[in-house]
């Protein structure tokens, strides 16, 4: 399962909301906040093949820019699932993952999975029909590990294209 990581700044560990002009940037696997849940991607035989980021100022500056080389990447590299999280309730970062996740839908077989939490509910409310997204904890809340591991068992269990109903306790 060839998965690729989407990232704010923040995430990728590149910066805060101090530097928030950061450009789409491309690394080998995976960077910042993967650490925290590369042991459950390993068990479900994921191979993050790369993170990708930027901040969301860039990404609503740049939009058309970053969605198409999104799409030229994600066709590229031949990803089967794109990663949007975990966005814990940092709005922006939700906001462009919804926003790149429908364009990736509608434009390359690559499956986006988003990880956010309820506080995000505008945006849970609109695209929960059309995209996977899976429950976690807002920042500092309780339960991040384990939402880390359920995260893992939608991924693989959307890769296996089994039905929702195995994975309805952890999605939205």
Known sequence: MRVV?????IQSGT???ENSNVELTVEKGGIGSYMMFEEYMKEIGASVLATTYCSDSYFRESKETVLSKMEGFLNKVKADILLC???FNYDGYVQMSAILSE????????TPIIVCSEENEDIIQKYKDKIVI???PKKGGV?????????????KSIYNKEKKESISAYIY
């Open 103 to 110: 364009y990736v839908k509608q434009h390359t077989e690559c």
């Open 143 to 155: 339960g991040l590990r384990e939402s880390l591991k359920n995260m893992a068992k939608v991924i």
């Open 15 to 17: 910066g805060g909301k």
């Open 5 to 9: 990581l989407f990232f704010d700044q």
């Open 134 to 136: 899976v429950k976690m």
């Open 85 to 87: 999280g975990p966005c």
